[in-house]
């Protein structure tokens, strides 16, 4: 089936400092990729959608100075977080719309990415 | 307001026993989806139901949907300790390709050996 990786899987950085996280489509193409963050105990919130090719739609109330989203190329999109302050810290994950019985409507997930900022 | 919603939050069986989750979402949908999460993990798409299709079945799983009541089920039948994970629903924002989706808030299964 399709994988999607996501590296690092965990990141400690110090208060101010910037972390980009990578996520990728291992054996498919994705001119769209999905950026969400995951509190603990809580469900996913989709943080912003990723376009190969063109500027990211960022969801409501998520700023996009901060969040920087870069979809380089068909496999590959960044996420980097700019000046991290503790409240980022969170659990980060990425995904891929891919085919499963021929639609393009399920999402392939990355492992996800642990971000403590201290 | 969140689309998709859960109940039970938490469910707690026996291994061997059946693990009934249920959804609900408020707008239009052209399908539901199942996803499970193990704990620190990302997550794994279980099955699809669409909007003209009232139940389907996927080895153990079992998914209903009512479009009438707005609300979906996840049986999970002869569950195992493998089966302790989060469950979520999720319903496309749209009917096109690509469409981003929206979690309910989940529901955590511990099933004991």
């Known amino acids: 089936g399709a994988v999607v990786s996501q590296h690092p899987s965990r990141v400690i950085c110090k208060s101010g400092t910037s972390v980009k996280i990578e996520c990728r489509s291992l054996?498919?193409?994705?001119?769209?990729m999905f950026w969400y963050r995951q509190f603990p105990k809580q469900s996913l919130m989709l943080m912003a959608t990723?376009?190969?090719?063109?500027?990211?739609?960022?969801e409501q109330g998520v700023e996009k100075d901060k969040f920087l989203i870069n979809h380089a190329s068909l496999t590959l999109s960044t996420l980097t977080v700019t000046s991290a302050h503790p409240e980022d810290s969170s659990f980060y994950i990425c995904s891929a719309p891919g085919l499963a019985g021929g639609f393009t409507d399920t999402q392939y997930f990355g492992p996800g990415t642990r971000l403590t900022v201290l | 307001s969140q689309q998709g919603e859960e109940d039970p939050q938490a469910l707690s069986i026996q291994e061997g026993e059946n693990a009934t989750m249920n959804c609900s979402y408020k707008?239009?949908?052209?399908?539901l989806q199942w996803y499970r999460q193990n704990s620190g993990r990302g997550l794994v798409h279980l099955i699809l139901?669409?909007?003209?299709?009232r139940e389907k079945h996927s080895g153990r799983l079992r998914v209903t949907l009512d479009t009438s009541k707005k609300s979906s089920s996840l049986l999970i039948t002869a569950s195992r300790a493998a089966d302790t994970a989060s469950y979520f629903c999720a319903t496309p924002s749209d009917t096109g390709a690509n469409s981003k989706l929206t979690f309910g808030k989940g529901i955590t299964l511990s099933v004991r050996p």
């Open positions: 990723s376009n190969e090719g063109s500027k990211a739609t960022y």
């Open positions: 054996d498919f193409q994705a001119t769209t």
């Open positions: 707008t239009s949908i052209n399908n």
């Open positions: 139901i669409r909007s003209n299709e």
